[in-house]
């Protein structure tokens, strides 16, 4: 069958069950978006294309399907940079669809012409650009199974726009064989049996699993290694989910602003079983006190984050649900019942601090998160944005259910959060969706509460508003002698009625009365909702780890009530 190469680019996410597409029109894109117009795909159209590929990426993060993105040459392509960058470190799988100027102009600096493929050489999984309409379906084909199989991450497509215009053979085959890329899915036998005699042999084991155990479905299999094992489990940022939040066995998350059990146990452990985890710096403070007691056993697909940053004792590569698969059925499980006793004791201990509403009735952020926690069952998706916001989320939301917490951990991208939001609610809309941000990120990308307004996207916008860049003036207070520079968001607008001037519904709160019935009302409305939450302008999170400090040396801030 013959056909147009921007029918081919319809064809194929038909072929791939893609319903929902996220984009921005221009120029080199016109004949695609033709071709869209009569296709029955859902088309989203955002109010810039950072928006775009945020709310795929949010999209992709709860369903495991790739997202898909359009965007036009130039300044359309460069736009989604940013949100590639974001995908890519945090392994999720994304299609980006770009236009580019004619095959006869590329490299004369036409007019909305940028080399986007060498832009975001370092920030995707794999780039093409289209240079025959004859290899069209092909690399169509090898996006799409690139970007959703061994470690997951963002594949981009730069299409000219007379590549569009051409006919040729339309022969789509998503079973692909690719030279050179062969992920590896079953772990070594010999090496899963050596996780098994270290297992067997430990006093003080815990599993530290990362966002890989969400995206490979491994959440059962963790569990049970876990509760068979009776080994405590503490959890990367983005693995929040991947192990119930209400469990005895967990110990929250660990690293910079983790909880003290965490950080204690990881420096006590004798035994840890890391489950596609980075070793990020914000994890491990100062490398070389890094769990100096620990064995380590280290299961990830990706064999390139094996003793990347600390060394490993039993490297295990593959998918990390076959692999605890595996363990399942040789598991013998070693004496940890005095280990157990020592984590309940710092978890008594050292609680989190509470927050509960603050001197004066000042609202506390703490307060915020768990109301919601609250009035949610724990059953809502929280999206978050980058801040002191995302770690009182992290740490005060109970996540008991994988794909329930999407946010930047690799990048730290503010403005993420509410178009991922608006993806994650598209993608599933029977859940209770939060955007969780800060007066400084949600600023980034407010213009796409006209694409929640515009498409009815009822998601509950929850913004912790102090008036600051908060966790830059946390550091400038702790380490700068409370030299805020420049980190004071004056001129903030009533985002209450901003939210109103786009249609949405706006409510503000400055005390915990007031939060609560705000929460309730954005509840009950049936559409987005703005809640400007006016709290503690120099409230801290603690605990804190500084930069470069071993994690068991903790500043709790003088309050753990």
């Known amino acids: 069958m013959k056909m147009k190469g921007a029918a081919m680019v319809i064809a194929a996410l038909q072929q791939e069950q893609v319903d929902l597409v996220f984009g921005f029109p221009g120029g080199t894109v016109l004949p695609l978006y033709d071709q869209l117009y009569h296709s029955g795909l859902k088309h989203i159209l955002v109010r810039h294309e950072q928006g775009a590929v945020h709310a795929a990426d949010g999209f992709a993060r709860v369903t495991g399907k790739p997202g898909v993105v359009f965007a036009t040459s130039g300044p359309g392509a460069t736009n989604l940079v940013t949100g590639i960058a974001t995908a890519y470190m945090d392994s999720v799988p994304l299609v980006l669809i770009t236009g580019q100027v004619a095959t006869r102009f590329i490299g004369t600096d036409a007019f909305q012409e940028a080399d986007i493929t060498g832009i975001t050489l370092p920030v995707t999984k794999h780039n093409y650009l289209v240079k025959d309409v004859i290899d069209l379906p092909d690399i169509l084909a090898e996006a799409f199974y690139i970007a959703s199989t061994g470690r997951n991450g963002p594949v981009l497509v730069d299409i000219p726009k007379d590549i569009f215009d051409l006919e040729g053979p339309f022969n789509y085959d998503r079973q692909r064989e690719i030279p050179g890329y062969k992920p590896t899915y079953e772990g070594h036998a010999g090496q899963v049996a050596r996780a098994v005699k270290a297992i067997k042999a430990a006093r003080r084991p815990l599993i530290f699993a990362g966002g890989g155990a969400v995206r490979s479905g491994a959440a059962g299999e963790l569990r049970l290694l876990a509760e068979r094992g009776r080994i405590p489990v503490s959890l990367s940022l983005m693995g929040l989910g991947a192990f119930p939040g209400d469990s005895p066995l967990f110990l929250g998350m660990p690293g910079m602003h983790g909880t003290v059990t965490a950080n204690y146990a990881l420096t006590e452990a004798d035994l840890i079983i890391a489950v596609c985890v980075r070793f990020d710096d914000r994890v491990t403070g100062r490398l070389e006190n890094f769990a100096e007691r620990a064995e380590i056993i280290h299961i990830d697909i990706d064999p390139a984050e094996i003793g990347k940053n600390v060394t490993i004792q039993i490297p295990i590569v593959g998918d990390v649900r076959l692999v605890l698969e595996a363990l399942l059925k040789r598991l013998e499980p070693g004496d940890t019942a005095a280990w157990l006793r020592q984590i309940e004791e710092w978890q008594v201990k050292y609680p989190l601090p509470a927050g509960n509403g603050g001197d004066g009735g000042r609202l506390k952020p703490q307060f915020v998160i768990r109301e919601i926690n609250r009035l949610t069952r724990g059953e809502a998706v929280i999206a978050t944005d980058v801040g002191q916001h995302q770690m009182w989320t992290a740490q005060h939301y109970c996540f008991r259910e994988p794909r329930t917490f999407i946010s930047s951990g690799g990048l730290g991208t503010m403005g993420y959060g509410f178009p991922a939001a608006l993806g994650v609610k598209l993608a599933l809309p029977q859940r209770t969706v939060f955007c969780v941000t800060g007066d400084g990120s949600f600023q980034m990308n407010i213009q796409e509460l006209a694409t929640a307004v515009g498409n009815k996207i009822d998601v ?102």
């Open 460 to 561: 509950k916008v929850a913004i912790i508003n102090n008036g600051y860049l908060g966790m830059v003036r946390q550091w400038q207070e702790l380490f700068y002698a409370g030299r805020y520079s420049h980190t004071a968001l004056t001129g903030n607008p009533d985002f209450a009625r901003v939210a109103e001037a786009y249609g949405a519904k706006g409510l503000r709160a400055s005390t915990p009365a007031e939060a609560a019935a705000a929460l309730e009302e954005a509840m009950a409305v049936a559409g987005p909702v703005v809640i400007d939450f006016m709290v503690d302008p120099e409230e801290n999170v603690f605990p804190m780890v500084a930069p470069n400090r071993p994690i068991n040396e903790i500043i709790t801030g003088g309050n753990n009530g």
